[in-house]
């Protein structure tokens, strides 16, 4: 069984500031990790992902992410809040390569102040 | 190229009916997955569709059921409608290419409410 947990339903940033999402996971299998993003009334667009390659994930639009298997975490930063950045983000687990089968974390709305 | 496509966008029905979504995949996908986002329960996955072919279900009751295409598009069907399947429901498509094969591609979803 696999499942995820991301700290904090909400954060706020000041426009320029770092963003950090936290995400952890747990899985009996090396896992798949992805990040998505949700802007209102829009689907879900990906981010990026940890397929078992490089450990320092980078991203579209600047995030990137780190998976650390002794901490079971995959957080997302940036290191400088856009107001574009304003949206919900979603972490998720796959335990395949194809990615599909998603389970998905509680996900974590950011707002950002100007 | 254009996305994947869900219709209809927002959908109202009452409790004991059933309904039916349709999705259309990006030109050339023929995996589709379906997911189930509420408030309460977040983001959940329904099943996956290849070839026509169920490959994968989450943990759903029947009522909710799926189909695919010769032409990849699906549709699912929720049948005797409850309160509780008010969702936003997203459809996938992903590639069997290398280069993005573990990439989910979402459409926008339909809003279905149930009165």
């Known amino acids: 069984a696999q499942s995820v947990t991301q700290l904090g339903s909400h954060v706020s940033v000041s426009e320029g500031a770092l963003v950090l999402l936290r995400c952890n996971y747990s899985s009996s299998v090396p896992p798949y990790l992805f990040w998505y993003v949700q802007y209102p009334n829009q689907g879900l667009q990906l981010l990026l992902k940890y397929t078992s390659a490089a450990t320092l994930v980078k991203g579209i639009n600047g995030f990137e992410a780190e998976f650390k298997k002794s901490e079971t975490s995959f957080h997302l930063t940036k290191p400088s809040a856009h107001m574009s950045d304003a949206a919900e983000y979603f972490c998720?687990?796959?335990?395949?390569?194809?990615?599909?089968?998603?389970?998905f974390g509680g996900g974590t709305r950011l707002m950002v102040k100007p | 190229k254009a996305g994947v496509t869900q219709t209809p966008r927002y959908l109202i029905k009452t409790r004991g009916q059933q309904v039916t979504l349709s999705c259309s995949p990006i030109s050339g996908h023929r995996s589709v997955s379906w997911y189930q986002q509420t408030p309460g329960q977040g983001l959940q996955f329904l099943f996956e569709y290849f070839s026509e072919t169920q490959r994968n279900k989450g943990n759903f009751p029947g009522r909710f059921s799926g189909r695919q295409f010769s032409n990849s598009r699906s549709e699912m069907n929720v049948s005797t409608l409850e309160l509780g399947d008010s969702a936003l429901y997203l459809c996938?498509?992903?590639?069997?290419?290398?280069?993005?094969?573990?990439?989910?591609?979402f459409g926008p979803g339909t809003r279905l409410t149930v009165l």
């Open positions: 998720a687990v796959s335990e395949n390569n194809a990615g599909n089968m998603l389970t």
């Open positions: 996938a498509s992903r590639s069997r290419l290398v280069s993005s094969y573990n990439e989910q591609f």
